[in-house]
């Protein structure tokens, strides 16, 4: 119903319409605008580290891999991570240890491709 009403409006009433949506709301428009106000959207995440493991956990490939371009240098140099009393050499190496126990393996090979990269 609304769609119908929105998509009958003039297009000056939706470019005025449009200027008063946040940008997190824009986000879920399309997937352009997603990748556009991700950065900021991520941001907004509460315990991010959780958050991480649950995109390996569910299979969210998608946003993991935009994750892992905004983050890729700074989970390199996470040294000495430590997780359930064992210490990985960085964070990406508990990632990639994270996504094979979970049975993840296009994860996985997302995390081992990006130490191939680093090295």
Do not use: G
Not at 20 to 33: G, R
Not at 89 to 112: G, V
Request: positive net charge; proline residues 2%; hydrophobic residues 35%.
């Amino acid at each position: 119903m609304v769609f119908n009403l929105i998509s009958t409006m003039p297009l000056e009433i939706k470019e005025i319409i449009y200027y008063y949506i946040s940008d997190n709301v824009k986000s879920n428009l399309t997937k352009k605008l997603f990748i556009d106000y991700y950065e900021e959207k991520r941001k907004t995440i509460p315990f991010y580290k959780s958050y991480i493991r649950y995109l390996i956990r569910n299979n969210h490939e998608f946003i993991f891999r935009l994750n892992v371009n905004i983050n890729r240098s700074h989970w390199f140099n996470l040294k000495n991570w430590k997780y359930n009393n064992k210490i990985y050499s960085n964070y990406l190496c508990y990632l990639k240890e994270y996504a094979n126990r979970q049975n993840q393996n296009k994860m996985y090979q997302i995390i081992k491709s990006l130490e191939t990269k680093r090295n």
